[in-house]
C-alpha cells in the first residue's frame, strides 16, 4: 500500500500513431475530442472528459506501438523501485525527455506502463 501524500494517477493513456496531425483531425471530427496540447508532429494532448489521450508520433513513441497507461509520479527512480520489489520488470530506464523524465516497465501480468515525473 502507498501511504505517499502524493499517489501516482494516471496523467495520460499514450497511444502511439504515425501521423499525429492526422490522428488530432481523426479524434477530434470522430469523438469530438478538443485539443489540449500540440508539440508539431512528436505529441497531442487531447481533452478525453477527464483523462488525456496522448498521440505520440513514431520520435515519440517509447512502447514500440504499444497503448499505455502513464502514471505520473513525484519520483520516477521511487516509483521504479517499488514497481521492480511487487513484481514488475524495467524495459526503459528513465530518461529525460522534452517535457518530463520517463521510463517504461511491464506490471507482473506483462502490460506496458510508462512511469513520468517531473525533470
Known amino acids: 500500500m502507498n501511504d ?3 499517489p501516482a494517477k494516471i496523467g495520460n493513456v499514450l497511444h502511439p500513431v504515425a501521423d499525429v ?7 477530434a471530427a470522430t469523438f469530438g475530442l478538443p485539443t489540449k496540447f500540440v508539440d508539431g508532429d512528436r505529441y497531442a494532448a487531447l481533452d478525453a472528459g477527464g483523462t488525456t489521450l496522448a498521440l505520440v508520433g513514431p520520435e515519440e513513441d517509447v512502447t514500440d506501438g504499444v497503448p499505455a497507461a502513464s502514471f505520473k509520479v513525484p519520483d520516477v527512480a521511487a516509483a521504479l523501485a517499488a ?3 511487487g513484481g514488475g520488470t524495467v524495459v526503459r530506464q528513465p530518461e529525460h525527455g522534452p517535457h518530463e523524465v520517463r521510463a517504461v516497465a511491464r506490471d507482473p501480468w506483462g502490460n506496458t506502463i510508462v512511469v513520468y515525473g517531473p525533470q
Not at 21 to 27: L, N, T
Request: no cysteine.
Open 4 to 6: 505517499s501524500p502524493n
Open 21 to 27: 496531425s492526422s490522428a488530432v483531425q481523426f479524434y
Open 83 to 85: 514497481l521492480v520489489a
